[in-house]
């Protein structure tokens, strides 16, 4: 399963599996399943690091990549389509970042690993973290 990691499930995947559903973990945690992380979440990590909101043993330059590489995660980077399909979304999230996840899945055809609910009433395929 090609699956896109929501910044929250990706982060507790490093910090505290415990809080992901069994079901889930065992999902990614699978040899054939293939993780991905957007540049969209490392950007949402980088600002809420900056804001004091995130806290990490190091700066998101370093923090994000190391882990992504040790991890086996591939990083999703942003295109120009991935961008343009947020537009055509219908407005059930304000959350840029989620939309731009969203849009994403969509165009990547991965699955979106999440816990809100919200992105459930996008036509895009979830797991429920």
Request: aromatic share 6%.
């Amino acid at each position: 399963m090609r699956i896109l990691l929501d910044t929250h499930v990706w982060l507790w995947m490093l910090s505290d599996p415990g809080k992901l559903r069994d079901s889930a973990r065992e999902v990614l945690e699978a040899r054939e399943s293939e993780l991905h992380l957007s540049a969209a979440s490392a950007w949402e990590i980088a600002i809420k690091y900056r804001l004091g909101k995130l806290p990490l043993p190091e700066e998101p330059a370093l923090f994000v990549p190391k882990r992504l590489e040790r991890d086996g995660v591939r990083p999703l980077p942003i295109s120009h389509a991935h961008a343009l399909a947020e537009a055509g979304l219908p407005p059930h999230h304000r959350d840029p970042f989620d939309r731009l996840l969203v849009a994403q899945a969509r165009v990547e055809g991965l699955v979106l690993c999440t816990v809100d609910p919200m992105i459930g009433r996008y036509d895009v395929e979830t797991l429920r973290a």
